[in-house]
T-cell receptor, first 110, second 115 residues
Framework: DAKTTQPPSMDCAEGRAANLPCNHSTISGNEYVYWYRQIHSQGPQYIIHGLKNNETNEMASLIITEDRKSSTLILPHATLRDTAVYYCIVSAVGNTPLVFGKGTRLSVIA | DAGVTQSPTHLIKTRGQQVTLRCSPISGHKSVSWYQQVLGQGPQFIFQYYEKEERGRGNFPDRFSARQFPNYSSELNVNALLLGDSALYLC??????????????FGQGTRLTVV
């Protein structure tokens, strides 16, 4: 079973920041937080991952709370092409496959 | 560079038949994993292969099998197809075993319909 809890759906106005929350209250010290997204009928796309520190790349920022029990994915300027299902996953170092939950369906509205 | 390629993209099979799905990982990636995604659900882990050895298996029946070749490409086989096997089958490749702090790259999937 997935070790994360996400809201089933969210809306965001185009051009605004999209903040997607994720709860992972049982996360272990060696587990990373990963975010993937899946645009309709395509394979999941890697966005970002982190362990303890906040991370930023060209797609998004990942903010992890100090106790590591929750995180937020931030898309700074959402566009219509960001409409997708976003998955938050925790996964340990070593031979552990990605365990997907149902994710958050983000709808970016013009 | 080419991404992860899967073939075929779509497939229709009859109950009881057998099917083989193929995956070519990104050049240099040694790990291939297979996932099943039924409508409305997130992908579910089936198998992971690394350096041609099975390194993980999800909760799927023995009708599901896979292998990885010396060039790191992979095949997923499903025998005695059931209607419930209808799904999008996804292949993911990565440099190392999944969960090792590295990202996985997914193909576009093979949509299997069992009638």
């Amino acid at each position: 079973d997935a070790k994360t809890t996400q809201p089933p759906s969210m809306d965001c106005a185009e051009g605004r920041a999209a903040n997607l929350p994720c709860n992972h209250s049982t996360i272990s010290g060696n587990e990373y937080v990963y975010w993937y997204r899946q645009i309709h009928s395509q394979g999941p796309q890697y966005i970002i991952h982190g362990l303890k520190n906040n991370e930023t790349n060209e797609m998004a920022s990942l903010i992890i709370t100090e106790d590591r029990k929750s995180s937020t994915l931030i898309l700074p300027h959402a566009t219509l092409r960001d409409t997708a299902v976003y998955y938050c996953i925790v996964s340990a170092v070593g031979n552990t496959p990605l365990v997907f939950g149902k994710g958050t369906r983000l709808s970016v509205i013009a | 560079d080419a991404g992860v390629t899967q073939s075929p993209t779509h497939l229709i099979k009859t109950r009881g038949q057998q099917v083989t799905l193929r995956c070519s990982p990104i050049s240099g990636h040694k790990s291939v994993s297979w996932y099943q995604q039924v409508l409305g659900q997130g992908p579910q882990f089936i198998f992971q292969y690394y350096e041609k050895e099975e390194r993980g298996r999800g909760n799927f029946p023995d009708r599901f099998s896979a292998r990885q070749f010396p060039n790191y490409s992979s095949e997923l086989n499903v025998n005695a197809l059931l209607l419930g096997d209808s799904a999008l089958y996804l292949c993911a490749s990565s440099w190392q075993l999944q969960g090792a702090g590295t990202e996985a790259f997914f193909g576009q999937g093979t949509r299997l319909t069992v009638v």
